[in-house]
């Protein structure tokens, strides 16, 4: 039997230009999305904060492609695909946006973003506050979108992710003893707090389009203005580490026809439903120049990802 999806692309008609922040050749446009009040819950980091949740390898000896976690709170717990995760065997990011419900254990599908450790450095996992730059977002966006047509399953390539990661380090002049992602988020450390500081997470929105250099990368949209809020530390630093990688001079502000044609063409894409590891639907969207996917529960979005295809993208 076929799922039924909401229309989610529809909403991006609705989407309008709020305000804009520039540091630099990062820039980023605001956008309020009226989705309306959905379900109430809380992010990663509030809930590992608070112990209500323990993430943890799948089994003793653990498995490269999934880990578990104990959600053992009365909330539901939103994780945004990319988020990363640090210790245990090694380090992971999540495959694909996912709403764990309360009082639950359950498998998460992730992918190792560290090619040389598979140890124990702690019995469990914990929050880094990054995630996957925002290339390797778009690639394994890409990848699960794939898996899940063939398997059901959102499962990235993790040959073409340890590779990129690989190349991302050497671009970036970061060493790294276990070819660690983390790893290049430490060493610029200092130049991504300085971005921070100057893209302070705006109050008025809820969803963002990022432009490196010039170029239109994609966007991420919340049905809270809050989420947005937690979440976005990690989305400035995730295209920030993209930025740095390709510093521009001189690149002209991104005209709001030009965000809103994006918009326009994005709304055109196809929606393919999958049912999501957790509560939901996974709803992968491919175009002519997008890709990406919306977590929807109860015909409410919860989070959406967008791609610009045609961007010069690091991840090859």
């Known amino acids: 039997m076929a799922l039924q999806t909401f229309a989610v692309l529809d909403t991006l008609k609705h989407a309008v230009i709020s305000g804009r922040q520039r540091a630099g050749s990062l820039e980023v446009i605001h956008l309020q999305w ?25 089994t003793e000896s653990g498995q490269v492609s999934q880990i578990k976690i104990m959600n053992h709170s009365e909330h539901m717990i939103f994780l945004m695909a990319g988020e990363q995760l640090v210790g245990a065997k090694q380090n992971r990011v999540l495959n694909s946006s996912i709403m764990v419900p309360p009082k639950a254990e359950m498998p998460l599908p992730v992918t190792c973003v560290e090619r040389g450790r598979w140890g124990y450095s702690s019995r469990a996992f914990s929050s880094a506050g990054t995630s996957s730059y925002h290339g390797l977002r778009a690639m394994m966006s890409g990848h699960v979108h794939k898996s899940y047509r063939s398997s059901g399953m959102p499962i990235s390539d993790q040959r073409e992710v340890w590779g990129e990661v690989s190349r991302k380090l050497g671009a970036m002049g970061s060493p790294s003893r276990s070819d660690a992602m983390q790893d290049v988020y430490q060493n610029y450390a200092a130049k991504l707090k300085e971005l921070e500081e100057k893209l302070p997470a705006p109050t008025d929105c809820n969803a963002a389009v990022f432009v490196v250099a010039g170029v239109i990368v994609g966007s991420d949209f919340f049905d809270k203005k809050e989420t947005l809020q937690k979440l976005w530390p990690k989305l400035i630093r995730s295209c920030s580490l993209d930025a740095l990688e390709q510093p521009s001079q001189n690149v002209t502000s991104t005209s709001a026809d030009d965000i809103s044609t994006w918009l326009e063409r994005s709304a055109k894409a196809t929606q393919e439903p999958f049912p999501s590891p957790g509560l939901g639907q996974d709803v992968r969207i491919e175009g002519e120049d997008v890709l990406g996917a919306s977590l929807i529960i109860d015909d409410h979005p919860i989070h959406m990802e967008l791609f610009h295809r045609t961007a010069p993208e690091s991840a090859r």
Not at 37 to 52: F, I, R
């Open 34 to 58: 009226p989705v309306g009040k959905g379900p109430a819950y809380v992010t990663l980091d509030e809930a590992l904060g608070s112990h209500w949740i323990e993430i943890a390898e799948s």
